[in-house]
């Protein structure tokens, strides 16, 4: 059984409005990344060369996509919010609307190599492990005691969808260190990553 | 007689709305394209000699406009969304939101003809192609079977709506090779293309 | 008696939606076109010096937002949408997306003074006129036999509504010329016209 | 007893999914300030050097993420609108939407130190305390003789709901004059008083 709705708490209706706004526009901002190519030679070269501004933005295209989705079944589940899952939704809003810095850092530092290639693939990483663990929060939140969801989950499911979430905060977190081994390995298991979240989800 | 409802489907609201977020976000974003031109002579004489990036600028927004126009007439008739078919809605928005990108390359390298223009504009017609087919697939995921629409179209209806679907697709395919006879042909063509389909759409 | 709702008709959710969507990203995209000063001098006296941008902005913010709640107001008439309707609605979103464009003109060249400075202001003015256009275009669309609004004006109410788009569009197409006199003044005449629209208004 | 309904008044669907259109907008065009550093040295080294965009940005992501929850709170309890409340909503989204103006100031001014950095942290203070007002207005407009709320408050609890606006709209006012002071220090209290906001609010 759910807990009665208190006072403090109301449906989720504007909650997923304003968080629909800001995935819809951060997804739509990093085209803005993209820079048209300057320099000599033929554009087709130049935009070949450009290789790792689109890799880039194709990669943040699909995290930011998948986060959606994903917002989108979990908040099937939850049919009320309180104060503080409002606040750990602007925690998830804030990782997800600050993703096209650390992507134009990738894109800009990728290609070149080196130690500032890793810098820039471990700043993009550490805003994913950012972003999966208030993923997590807002889940926890939610879900403890049937707090915000229409039906409990039960403890078994509850425990394995806990799990789920963290075996993906762990990966994204992994990925901070491997950025210092191979910057685009570390680029790889994200993407690799967001087409398993594509596959799988929260139950809803 | 369409399908039953599952576990795994839900409305079409939430959809609709992040949808028309990237819409209205793309559309409104292009105008960042346009630069304020700089060097020396008349302001006026400098406005009309970057005549390509206000065309540019006009196609863009007559192509999302439509696209927009189109989706709103296509999400009339789905009325239940499934997994697959926010993946599809996904890819959708994807060309939708890069597409300021190859606006920006024809903006610039219209004017000057030669091998460049035909490459921006080679590319400024792909990403209409690719828009084109994720609109086919997800005219396909919806209706093969009443899958995902209130009433199932009828063989002759399928077909027939699939056709006209492909003919698009087929034609913005074409301007990809035409764009290195003539980039501005090809503009021109793409732009009537936009008016047809402003005229005739998916009957729902 | 109001025209019965046909096929191709459809209630204005969407339509309200997505233009909700275009109104807020323009007026919010204006901030970008704001500068931060370079060069030599105290920050304060860069700022003091910019105020040709800030005017802009403050015109153009006032328009657009004078223009959605005129908007907001004429759907609340406004019951039913039809294909002419959606696409008189995205001819007023052109210009209410492109009107960032000529504000970053005025923003530039207003200061200067002499010609460039007519003309930018003219520019804006042109697209202030056009908006009006459109805006009056989907007023007659919607309101002629009654045809998309839930109870006919009857033929006072629909003529007098129809004066007042018309001496808006008037007044802002004579402020074209008014710029080539002054610029300043014209920018003048429309801030005047938007405070007049911002008390004044369709009744609903 | 709740005043009856006019003509004049309109629910809040519209006035809320424009206003979340724009919160959610102007929370994530901040991304757009920050900006990938340059010149020599390593990346690791350039990202800390550039410590104050960083904190401008999470300021003012908090305070309009701040404002966005309590818009939402305020707009449980305020049940209809009307012209001026629309009006009072557009000068609270003009401040909103201005911010990301002198977040970039902050960002640019602030390292640096001396008069440049009081300058640009007053303008940031100044429009902190331009939308308090703007707040305020709207409930003293919305809850004056129940006016456009479900149920009066009772003189005690809307002279106490005032009282804390206006505390709140006092100490940005006051952020102004610390700013030249001490700039840090008034951008620590603007960070401090955002968190109480955060904790505290508007009983709905």
Chains 1, 2, 3, 4 share one sequence.
Do not use: C
């Amino acid at each position: 059984m759910s807990a009665p709705a208190t006072d403090d708490q109301a449906d989720t209706g504007r909650l997923e409005a304003f968080s629909d706004g800001v995935f819809a526009i951060a997804i739509t901002l990093l085209v803005l990344e993209l820079r048209v190519p300057g320099g000599d030679g033929s554009l087709w070269h130049k935009l070949i060369h450009e290789w790792p501004q689109f890799a880039a933005y194709l990669s943040s295209f699909a995290v930011i996509g998948i986060m959606w989705v994903n917002h989108h079944s979990m908040f099937r589940a939850i049919v009320r919010t309180d104060r503080p899952l409002l606040f750990l939704n602007l925690l998830l809003l804030l990782w997800m609307s600050l993703l096209p810095f650390p992507t134009s850092l990738v894109s800009r530092y990728l290609g070149g190599g080196g130690p500032d290639a890793s810098v820039a693939e471990a700043v993009y990483s550490a805003n994913l492990a950012l972003a999966a663990i208030a993923f997590s929060l807002i889940w926890v939140r939610a879900v403890r005691g049937g707090r915000l969801i229409a039906a409990p989950l039960g403890a078994a499911a509850e425990r394995s969808s806990l799990l789920r979430f963290s075996v993906g905060t762990f990966i994204y977190a992994a990925t901070i260190g491997l950025a210092f081994l191979s910057a685009p390995l570390a680029l790889g298991v994200q993407a690799a990553l967001a087409l398993y979240y594509g596959f799988e989800q929260v139950s809803a």
